[in-house]
């Protein structure tokens, strides 16, 4: 969960650059895809403000979203590759949208942000190389990357 005051000047504002439209609020209504699995033509970056989003792949619900400051989409956002999951409201939901070309500018104004996403990813990758290197013989926790 990221606490609120890490986004002073977004909580019910509109940030803009010279490019436009940097930083936005939006709501979804339940049952609406924010963004599909495979989509290769966006990039950007939400974060859930408030409300439920289902993660899903494949049709498989993977995990549902729930927490104020939960990033969606960040790896297609930083890896530049397509979605890997689709995201739907489950529930109205309300998530502060980071347009794909300001997304450096916008960590870099909110390192603090930054540190919460590497925390995330770091513990993602930990989960994983626990679930791989618990189940499967002989296997060292760098293979698993």
């Known amino acids: 969960m990221i606490p609120a005051a890490l986004l002073p000047g977004v909580e019910r504002t509109k940030q803009s650059t010279a490019q436009g439209e940097a930083i936005r609020e939006e709501c979804f209504a339940a049952g609406t895809v924010i963004f599909r699995e495979n ?3 966006h990039h950007d970056l939400f974060i859930l403000m408030q409300g439920r989003v289902a993660e899903t792949r494949q049709g498989r619900l993977l995990h549902e979203h729930a927490a104020s400051g939960d990033f969606l989409g960040e ?3 930083l890896l530049k590759i397509p979605r890997p999951t689709t995201m739907t409201a489950v529930t109205d939901c309300r998530v502060y949208h980071v347009g794909e070309a300001q997304v450096e500018d ?3 104004r909110k390192p603090a ?3 919460r996403l590497a925390e995330i990813l770091a513990s993602r990758m930990h989960a994983v190389l626990v679930t791989h290197v618990n189940s499967t013989p002989q296997m060292h926790a760098m293979d698993a990357i």
């Open 75 to 77: 790896l297609s956002t």
């Open 106 to 108: 916008f960590f870099r």
């Open 113 to 115: 942000l930054a540190l």
């Open 39 to 41: 989509d290769a033509d």
